[in-house]
């Protein structure tokens, strides 16, 4: 096999690696959403070990895109596409890292919770989370113009949540200060987890044109 073969056979490893570990992610979201409404302990548990595994998967893939560069030396397209997944499994990890801190913050809430309030992070949570199946989808297919439409998605999470925080500290008191900082910091993952979403478009875009856009 020739050097151009070998750099295209070790090229799409990195992209099923990458892909495998966007799964994870988007599982390790889902899994702290439904977390919020069960409250299960044990899984909770669970959830914030198996971020190792995504941790290790970003540092597997960060190893494998810094030895490709430095054996074949890649230029031009080759080159960002390397850069790219670099990129993009770094923002994987922050996102695993937020589904855990959204975890952590359902903890430290009462069992009890006003449905309202709940409600309102579902459908944020349903939001970024198709935001980032479609922006793997993208970057599967390279297509620009589904990386590009991710923009109008994460513009729907800010308006939601900046009416959910709104309506969360109208209702707050004194005597559910706790939970309303909790559920506030839970709101602002989800919002942040959308702008990673937006952040692996605007790789697919770069990586695709050569050229930086700002989506966010």
């Given at each position: 096999?020739?050097v151009?073969?070998?750099?295209?056979?070790?090229?799409s490893?990195?992209?099923k690696?990458?892909?495998?570990?966007?799964?994870?992610?988007?599982?390790?979201?889902?899994a702290?959403?439904?977390?919020?409404q069960?409250?299960?302990?044990?899984?909770?548990?669970q959830?914030?070990?198996?971020?190792?595994k995504i941790?290790?998967?970003?540092?597997?893939?960060?190893d494998?895109?810094?030895?490709?560069?430095?054996r074949?030396?890649?230029v031009a397209?080759?080159?960002?596409?390397?850069i790219?997944?670099l990129?993009?499994?770094?923002?994987?990890?922050?996102?695993?890292?937020?589904?855990?801190?959204?975890?952590?913050?359902?903890r430290?809430?009462?069992?009890?919770?006003n449905?309202?309030?709940?409600?309102a992070?579902?459908?944020?949570a349903?939001v970024?989370?198709d935001?980032?199946?479609?922006?793997?989808?993208?970057?599967?297919?390279?297509?620009?113009?589904k990386?590009?439409?991710?923009a109008?998605m994460?513009?729907?999470?800010?308006?939601?949540?900046?009416l959910y925080?709104?309506?969360?500290?109208?209702?707050?008191?004194?005597?559910?200060?706790?939970?309303?900082?909790?559920?506030?910091?839970i709101?602002r993952?989800?919002?942040?987890i959308?702008d990673?979403a937006?952040n692996?478009?605007e790789?697919?875009?770069?990586e695709?044109?050569?050229?930086?856009?700002d989506?966010?």
């Amino acid at each position: 096999m020739g050097v151009r073969g070998s750099y295209e056979q070790e090229l799409s490893q990195l992209k099923k690696d990458l892909f495998v570990m966007g799964e994870q992610v988007i599982q390790a979201f889902s899994a702290s959403i439904n977390l919020i409404q069960t409250q299960d302990k044990l899984e909770m548990e669970q959830l914030i070990e198996n971020d190792t595994k995504i941790n290790q998967a970003e540092l597997t893939i960060h190893d494998d895109a810094t030895m490709m560069i430095a054996r074949q030396q890649p230029v031009a397209t080759d080159l960002r596409t390397t850069i790219v997944a670099l990129k993009i499994s770094s923002d994987l990890e922050r996102v695993g890292d937020l589904a855990v801190d959204i975890v952590k913050a359902s903890r430290r809430m009462e069992e009890k919770k006003n449905e309202e309030e709940i409600n309102a992070i579902l459908e944020m949570a349903e939001v970024a989370q198709d935001m980032l199946k479609k922006a793997m989808l993208a970057y599967q297919e390279r297509d620009m113009m589904k990386a590009q439409q991710i923009a109008t998605m994460d513009d729907t999470v800010d308006k939601k949540y900046r009416l959910y925080i709104q309506s969360l500290f109208t209702l707050t008191d004194e005597t559910n200060a706790e939970q309303t900082t909790q559920l506030a910091f839970i709101g602002r993952y989800v919002e942040r987890i959308a702008d990673y979403a937006t952040n692996l478009a605007e790789w697919i875009v770069y990586e695709s044109s050569g050229k930086h856009f700002d989506l966010n």
